[in-house]
């Protein structure tokens, strides 16, 4: 199995801080991806990555950045958190044309 | 109207009942066709994965695709408590690219009751 973990599983931040989720995997996948879960919204794209330093904005890219300085590693952050970011946020790593996505087990994120 | 529906239950049957997940989509460009279960406060895993029109079966789980109607389910049969969670339609485009982003449906509760 691909092997993927997310860092911090539990975050609670304040509104205005920067925030940084880390997305790890031991492969070597070439495609990540950061979601957002809500109820009433399912999973929403936030950003992607196709590669080592290539990097493309999704479904609800404001606010959020990310890099890929290594193949492994898929960072978010969070400028200036807002309220509105309060979420549950997934990485995941397409694994293979017939494999779809694997994705970690989350981080659930409070911004006060 | 969103690219992909699904309505979002909640799901209540009894255990040993078949159930009937459904999603209907807009975009007919869609070609790779998956079915996620989400429990609780975990991520989404793969069930399912189809390619183009057709039926997959894997166990008590059948996945159809009927690409002229946009319409896609999935059918568990012999119900059991332990396949209450959420279920996830996603679909895309094509593998890899911009194209290849998993576009999901907002997810069915589903509870299966002893």
């Known amino acids: 199995d691909a092997g993927i973990t997310q860092s911090p599983r539990h975050k609670v931040t304040e509104t205005g801080t920067p925030v940084t989720l880390r997305c790890h995997q031991t492969e070597n996948h070439r495609y990540m991806y950061w979601y957002r879960q809500d109820p009433g919204h399912g999973l929403r794209l936030i950003h992607y990555s196709y590669g080592v330093k290539d990097t493309d904005k999704g479904e609800v890219s404001d606010g959020y950045s990310v890099s890929r300085s290594k193949t492994e590693d898929f960072l978010l952050t969070l400028e200036s958190a807002t309220s509105s970011q309060t979420s549950v946020y997934f990485c995941?790593?397409?694994?293979?044309?017939?494999?779809?996505?694997?994705f970690g087990s989350g981080t659930r994120l409070t911004v006060v | 109207q969103k690219e992909v529906e699904q309505d979002p239950g909640p799901l209540s049957v009894p255990e040993g009942a078949i159930v009937s997940l459904n999603c209907t989509y807009s975009?007919?460009?869609?070609?790779?066709f998956m079915w996620y279960r989400q429990y609780s406060r975990k991520g989404p895993e793969l069930l399912m994965y189809t390619y183009s029109s057709g039926n997959k079966e894997d166990g008590r789980f059948t996945a159809q695709v009927d690409k002229s109607s946009k319409y896609i389910s999935l059918f568990i049969r012999d119900s059991q408590p332990s396949d209450s969670a959420t279920y996830l339609c996603a679909m895309s485009a094509r593998y890899g690219g911009s194209q290849g982003n998993l576009i999901f449906g907002k997810g069915t509760k589903l509870s299966v009751k002893p």
């Open positions: 995941a790593i397409n694994t293979g044309s017939n494999s779809g996505y694997t």
């Open positions: 975009n007919s460009a869609f070609q790779y």
